[in-house]
């Protein structure tokens, strides 16, 4: 089985625009992302596709992978799909460019997934983590997800799920982490389908995987990983970092 690395890396982020070229200790982010998944050693190939001159400037002057998007896309998942259209690959796993803590057990754990499925079931497996206190849950950039008893996606939402009528009874709340493992044909039909209702409204490109049928097996890690989507993200990242 071939599993390849891709990184999309879009420059224009909504929340924290040119956040991937911030510097962190010393790094972009997206080099440190781009070194961090290399150093794991699981990948037969690493790429970052982006839209972004100045991206692949920054990848290329340090050695590294990178491909040029030559259209527009709405979603990274579009991105990947013609970074690796024309590449031989069985599973493709994204990290997104803003995860530069990502760690290898939790990336070997994903790949994992699809040696265990011998049966390809398994369309698609992506992490989460759990949280515990109120502002996280509450925070709408904090995507959670609830899972059925086999640890597939029921749903994800940036609304507290699941709602915890009677308080007094304890609750699993799970964060979902932006890094995922696909299968390249569930991507490559990703591609084809057009934008779902209950993606429109939550922004959230892997509900559309659901909408249409694909299952996608979440992986519980306790790894510390988190992902730089705002100012404050990088200002917790640096602190981290300096510990």
């Keep these: 089985m071939k599993v390849i690395s891709v990184i999309p890396a879009r420059y224009a982020s909504t929340r924290f625009p040119g956040k991937l070229m911030e510097i962190l200790e010393g790094k972009t982010i997206i080099l440190r992302t781009y070194e961090q998944v290399v150093a ?7 790429i970052v596709a982006t839209d972004s001159k100045l991206i692949y400037d920054e990848i290329i002057s340090n050695g590294g992978n990178v491909v040029m998007s030559k259209k527009e896309h709405e979603c990274g998942s579009d991105r990947i799909v013609e970074a690796v259209e024309h590449i031989n690959a069985d599973v493709v796993v994204n990290v997104q460019g803003d995860e530069p803590f990502i760690d290898s057990e939790s990336l070997k754990n994903l790949i994992d997934v699809f040696y265990e499925d011998l049966d390809n079931k398994i369309d698609l497996a992506s992490l989460m983590t759990p949280i515990n206190d109120a502002e996280s ?62 993606e429109a409204a939550e922004k959230i490109e892997c509900i559309r995987y659901l909408e249409h049928g694909k299952r996608i097996k979440m992986v519980e890690t306790q790894v510390f990983n988190f992902g730089i989507d705002t100012p404050a993200d990088l200002k917790k990242a640096k602190a981290f970092m300096k510990k």
Excluded: C
């Design 137 to 198: 849950i509450l925070d709408p950039s904090n995507v959670k997800v609830i899972v059925d008893r086999e640890n597939f996606a029921i749903y994800f939402s940036r609304s507290p799920i699941p709602f915890n009528r009677d308080l007094e009874d304890s609750v699993n709340y799970f964060k979902h982490i932006g890094v995922y493992a696909f299968r390249k044909k569930a991507l490559i039909d990703f591609s084809k389908q057009e934008v779902t209702p209950l």
């Design 40 to 46: 794991t050693g699981l990948f037969e190939e690493v």
